[in-house]
């Protein structure tokens, strides 16, 4: 089954000192032509999905993590 997401989704890591981050992409971003208007698109939704995630219970729980 997981051959079968990987081939549907792609994933990209995102790196930076302080966070790794693998993202499994569901859009279809082949429809924009432009590759900066894509890049723009991509980057709009990647802002989306954090502002979504903050307002998350699973944010919270997440955060609780480093209280120990």
Known sequence: MDDFIDELYPEITLET???IMSLSVKKDYS???DLDLRKKEFIKDLNDFIKEFEQTQES???MRYFDD
């Open 60 to 62: 919270m729980e997440f």
């Open 17 to 19: 000192d302080d966070i």
């Open 31 to 33: 429809q924009i032509e």
